[in-house]
Each structure stands twice: as structure tokens, then as C-alpha cells.
């Protein structure tokens, strides 16, 4: 059974600081997808990683994947508090006949404290 | 905005009753998924459909049902209904799973959070 592991769980951080968020998972995919969540609200689509070696940034946040060491990370350069938030990393989980589904992380809580 | 909707947005509802959520996929999407968002359980998904058709199923219980209609959108079913039900419940949609070069991207609605008292 896939397993995707985040750390951390909780991250408080100040403004203008850098930080990482991993993401391991446990089987063979190259799909991976990094998902924000505002309390109560829906999961926004960050990036979308598709391939060994994917980097992509947008703003402050630039997220990579390395298939091989089944790792992607989320950096988050001189923090502010707007992006104080929850964010999922989801691993692609395909299946014969197009048949797919995410298998996500337990999330990371940010705090951006001014 | 997705452009995936889902109603009702809340649903307070008690134990042993029944309830249906309900979702459109966006405009030209073919897959709708299901996915439960529980403090204990986390993001778990529960079922997809694919113009009409189940195609991937999870960690969905047997008192929970889906279908996904002609016009594409797609109900979930919960019935019997335990506390432990509580949870915010996604409905996501992409326009070819299983597609190269993010076709099969998943895009949330904002949910229904259904309490069971």
C-alpha cells in the first residue's frame, strides 16, 4: 500500500524566513501534485510534477520532484503571511484502463508569524 | 473557482439517517472522484467514475454508494448514517484520467460538510 509521509506536520516560521517542506512516498509514481488548503475551504492546485527532475515556481513557493529517491520537496523563500496555510502533497496512483487516484500526505500546517 | 460545484455545502443530518451529495465536474471533464477529509483520517479518496462508470474504488464503506449520471455529474450516497461519518466530502474532476501532460489533473470543488449528530 502507498505510503506518503510529510514533514513537517507543523511549521511555524517567521516572515522573511526560508523553509522546506518533504514529501516521501513509498512506491514508484511520477506524478505528483502540491495542493494548498485555507481552514474550511477547498484544496487549490499548486503544481503539478510530472516527470524526474520537474521544477516549478510561482511566486515564493518552488516545489521539485526526484522520482528516484521517491522525494519531492516544497521551498518557500522569504516567508510572508499571506501563505499561511495547509499544503498536501498527493501521489498519483494509476491503475490499468486509466483507472487513477491521489494518495495524499497527512498535510503540513503553516504558520507565518509577522 | 475549479469550476467543479457541489451541494449542499452544509448537512447536519442524525444518526441511521440517509443522505446524497451531489457534483458537477467542470465543463468537458469525463472523471469525477470522491474524497473524505476527516481530522483522524486525513484526505482519504473513495470512489471514481469515468463517463458513467466506476473506475477506481477505495476506502469507501459499503454504506456508501455513488453514481455518476448522462449529463456527468455525480452523486454519493451515504446511508445509516454513524457520528464517524462527519467529515468534509470533495468531489474533484479531470478531463481524461490517466493522461499525459497533466490532462488528468484533479480539480476540487469546495466541498459539503456533512454532520451527523
Known amino acids: 500500500e502507498l505510503k506518503v509521509e510529510q514533514n513537517p506536520l507543523f511549521l511555524s516560521m517567521q516572515e522573511g524566513k526560508n523553509y522546506t517542506i518533504y514529501c516521501n512516498y513509498s512506491?514508484?509514481?511520477?506524478?505528483l501534485y502540491w495542493y494548498r488548503q485555507d481552514p474550511g475551504k477547498s484544496l487549490e492546485s499548486l503544481f503539478v510534477?510530472?516527470?524526474?527532475?520537474a521544477v516549478k515556481q510561482e511566486g515564493r513557493l518552488m516545489a521539485s520532484l526526484d522520482t528516484k529517491a521517491r522525494l519531492s520537496t516544497l521551498h518557500i523563500t522569504a516567508a510572508v503571511h499571506d501563505l499561511s496555510a495547509t499544503y498536501f502533497c498527493?501521489?498519483?496512483?494509476?491503475?490499468?484502463?486509466?483507472?487513477?487516484?491521489?494518495?495524499f500526505g497527512k498535510g503540513t500546517k503553516l504558520t507565518v508569524n509577522p | 473557482d475549479s469550476g467543479v460545484t457541489q451541494t449542499p455545502k452544509h448537512l447536519i443530518t442524525a444518526t441511521g439517517q440517509r443522505v446524497t451529495l451531489r457534483c458537477s465536474p467542470r465543463s468537458g471533464d469525463l472523471s469525477v472522484y470522491w474524497y473524505q477529509q476527516s481530522l483522524d483520517q486525513g484526505l482519504q479518496f473513495l470512489i471514481q467514475y469515468y463517463n458513467g462508470e466506476e473506475r477506481a474504488k477505495g476506502n469507501i464503506l459499503e454504506r456508501f454508494s455513488a453514481q455518476q449520471f448522462p449529463d456527468l455529474h455525480s452523486e454519493l450516497n451515504l446511508s445509516s448514517l454513524e457520528l464517524g461519518d462527519s467529515a468534509l466530502y470533495f468531489c474533484a474532476s479531470s478531463h481524461i484520467p490517466g493522461a499525459s501532460g497533466g490532462a488528468d489533473e484533479q480539480f476540487f470543488g469546495p466541498g459539503t460538510r456533512l454532520t451527523v449528530l
Open positions: 512506491t514508484t509514481s511520477d506524478r
Open positions: 498527493a501521489v498519483d496512483i494509476q491503475a490499468q484502463g486509466g483507472s487513477e487516484k491521489l494518495v
Open positions: 510534477l510530472l516527470s524526474n527532475g
